[in-house]
Nanobody, 124 residues
Framework: QVQLVESGGGLVQTGDSLRLSCAASGRTFRSYAMGWFRQAPGKEREFVTAIRWSGTNTYYAGSVKGRFTISRDNAKNTVYLQMNSLKPEDTAVYYC?????????????????WGQGTQVTVSS
């Protein structure tokens, strides 16, 4: 129902910054909030951050709070993830997701649509 395309991933060094983008299309009017998740090799997919399309509410995992910032451009139907002070443990495939309702934004089951993911690799 909502199509999501992530971009902006790449290979960087410890301490560098990177900005990911997630462009939404299709039935975007049904989207209430957007989230970012990540999955490292051999690990479970984990919540990173989320934002509503309206208001000022944002949510962050403790591991990224203070380093990562989620933002949105409603006119472009695009959500961004600004990542600063990157660490090797941030290496993962980053996924964008959309939910049509309010709920527990940290849970994968809350989301209706998912992007294909973009690889972020942080070398030491």
């Amino acid at each position: 129902q909502v199509q999501l395309v992530e971009s902006g991933g790449g290979l960087v060094q410890t301490g560098d910054s990177l900005r990911l983008s997630c462009a939404a299309s299709g039935r975007t009017f049904r989207s209430y909030a957007m989230g970012w998740f990540r999955q490292a090799p051999g690990k479970e997919r984990e919540f990173v951050t989320a934002i509503r399309w309206s208001g000022t509410n944002t949510y962050y995992a403790g591991s990224v709070k203070g380093r990562f910032t989620i933002s949105r451009d409603n006119a472009k139907n695009t959500v961004y993830l600004q990542m600063n002070s990157l660490k090797p443990e941030d290496t993962a495939v980053y996924y964008c997701a959309s939910t049509s309702r309010s709920g527990l934004f940290t849970l994968q089951s809350t989301y209706d649509s998912w992007g294909q993911g973009t690889q972020v690799t942080v070398s030491s």
